[in-house]
């Protein structure tokens, strides 16, 4: 059954009421627990005094007939010892509520704000789904949760990405696909409403650091990333002969001539070919290392290879795609777009070069 949102709210109170009566009653017997250790080991710390002290008389008055409290046995074993196993699950359990109590509390602050803060809600959500195993009665509160999270994240997408699409067709650009994820060209814009953050990527290869969640933002960063891997001036055939190099290198620390290198390690040679000299012969500093990503080589490698099909004298360079355990892993393969979307290339992990 669904509540509504006011429901929910009264549910959700309902049970923080509930829980922090239990959270009270153990923090109360958890300080009496404290207080008795305190006054046992008073009390311990007294007697150990007296016993210390009349020994010290003994030894100056050795004929002195021993007095009656002298012979108090040992108190008995303290009540803070007898009690620090359940005082330890009582602090457990203590702790677990605090967690309960912060969770009901985002949940109602989540609800009670206008528009519903996804943020909060989510976060919420998250707390709950980790609670519900060991707080049976949080289960329904969990589901009803996700039902409002996922009616939010629905109404947050075609909100913002209405408002995200007349901003890129005002430019003249079209966007594909519906929230979270969108397409524009090659370029996919992943939009993150539970960290209200976006990301842009080049295929599946992230351009740039996270971003906030703004349409001028995205927009912004849209822009720099299609100039910075589509917008530049390379020269083809410079570009071919130093990832021939690179390709050489790899081959020769592997031990190997003349067969396939793995194309990031190529990648990572070649970009480290790309230096200036300062960087390489003087001092490689950050301030004059000259950067090259991997959504701008995965670029390169589709104009030059696949499109311009471009030689290295008699030599043709050849992409191999990944097997599946190598798209797992960055430091294995390289997502190279081949048509005009994201979604559209391969994950490409060998590079070779040979004669036709």
Same mark, same amino acid.
Request: aromatic share 8%.
């Given at each position: 059954?669904?509540?509504?949102q006011e429901e929910l709210i009264a549910q959700a109170e309902h049970l923080?009421? /509930? ?19 305190? $006054?046992?080991? %008073?009390?311990?710390?007294?007697? #150990?005094?007296?016993? /210390? ?8 008055? @050795?004929d002195e007939q021993p007095l009656e409290v002298a012979m108090v046995p ?14 330890a699950r009582l602090s457990t359990n203590l702790k677990a509520l605090d %967690?309960?109590?912060? $969770? ?19 976060? /919420?959500? !998250? ?8 707080? @049976? ?33 005002? !430019? ?6 519906? @929230? @979270?994820?969108?397409?524009?060209? %090659?370029?996919? &814009?992943?939009?993150?409403? #539970?960290?209200?953050?976006?990301? &842009?990527?080049? =295929? ?19 822009? #720099? ?6 917008? %530049? ?19 020769? +620390?592997? =031990?190997?001539?003349?067969?396939? /290198? ?5 990648? &990572? ?31 390169? #490698? ?10 290295? =004298? ?5 992409? +191999? ?6 798209? !797992? ?6 997502? &190279? ?17 040979? !004669?036709?």
């Amino acid at each position: 059954m669904f509540m509504s949102q006011e429901e929910l709210i009264a549910q959700a109170e309902h049970l923080r009421q /509930a829980y922090n009566q239990r959270r009270n009653l153990i923090s109360g017997i958890l300080k009496d627990i404290r207080g008795s250790y305190q $006054a046992q080991r %008073r009390e311990q710390d007294r007697y #150990a005094r007296l016993k /210390a002290n009349y020994s010290q008389y003994l030894e100056i008055f @050795p004929d002195e007939q021993p007095l009656e409290v002298a012979m108090v046995p040992d108190p008995p074993q303290a009540t803070w010892l007898i009690l620090e196993a359940p005082r330890a699950r009582l602090s457990t359990n203590l702790k677990a509520l605090d %967690r309960v109590a912060s $969770a009901l509390k985002t949940l109602n602050d989540s609800l009670r704000t206008k528009p519903t803060d996804v943020v909060k809600l989510a976060k /919420a959500h !998250e707390m709950l789904q980790k609670l519900q195993s060991s707080f @049976p009665d949080l289960s329904m509160l969990a589901e009803q949760c996700a039902s409002l999270l996922e009616q939010a994240y629905e109404d947050l997408s075609v909100t913002f990405g209405g408002t995200l699409r007349d901003a890129f067709a005002a !430019e003249g650009l079209a966007v594909e696909g519906r @929230p @979270p994820k969108l397409d524009v060209g %090659r370029f996919c &814009i992943d939009l993150n409403f #539970a960290k209200r953050q976006a990301r &842009i990527l080049y =295929g599946k290869e992230p351009v740039g650091k996270p971003l906030k969640l703004s349409v001028e933002g995205i927009l912004r960063a849209y822009r #720099a990333a299609h100039k910075a891997i589509m917008g %530049r001036q390379v020269d083809g055939q410079k570009w071919l002969q130093r990832l021939y190099e690179a390709w050489q290198v790899v081959n020769f +620390r592997n =031990g190997r001539r003349a067969q396939d /290198a793995n194309l990031v390690a190529c990648y &990572i040679e070649l970009a480290l070919h790309s230096q200036e000299p300062a960087f390489l012969n003087k001092e490689p500093r950050k301030s004059l290392f000259k950067e090259y990503s991997r959504a701008q080589f995965a670029y390169d #490698a589709d104009r030059f290879i696949n499109r311009e099909q471009l030689k290295y =004298g008699k030599l043709k360079p050849f992409m +191999r795609s990944s097997s599946r355990q190598q798209t !797992e892993s960055s430091e294995r393969s390289i997502w &190279i777009v081949t048509g005009d979307k994201p979604s559209v290339g391969s994950y490409v992990s060998t590079l070779s070069f040979k !004669e036709e």
